[in-house]
């Protein structure tokens, strides 16, 4: 299994990103996928998932701003951000399965700042 985030970067507040996940060695298109965030000294804080048929579901904290969705063909899953505010500023991975972390990338820096 292997996911790799990409997309990440410096962006001033109110701004926009898009993140995007690339996923290879399992059945994508079946399983749960999630978006988690992670500042220094404080755990995983999942952000936002979408299940294998298209179902999605956001943190309250996200939820207007962010928009998770999947490309099954191209095994890839994206995280569209706008609005961004200096407190979604984090490391941001993408996971397997929703609201668990074993699986997961090795993350994408996104900073929010002016």
């Known amino acids: 299994v292997q996911l790799v985030e990409s997309g990440g970067g410096l962006v001033q507040p109110g701004g926009s990103l898009r993140l995007s996940c690339a996923a290879s060695g399992f059945a994508f298109s079946m399983s749960a996928m999630s978006w988690a965030r992670q500042t220094p000294g404080k755990g995983l804080e999942w952000v936002s998932g979408?299940?294998?048929?298209?179902?999605?579901y956001y943190a309250d904290s996200v939820k207007g701003r962010f928009t998770i969705s999947r490309d099954n063909a191209k095994n890839t899953m994206y995280l569209q951000m706008i609005s961004l505010k200096p407190e979604d500023t984090a490391v941001y991975y993408c996971?397997?399965?929703?609201?668990?972390?074993?699986?997961r990338g090795q993350g994408t820096q996104v900073t929010v700042s002016s």
């Open positions: 979408i299940s294998g048929t298209g179902s999605t």
């Open positions: 996971a397997l399965g929703i609201k668990t972390y074993r699986t």
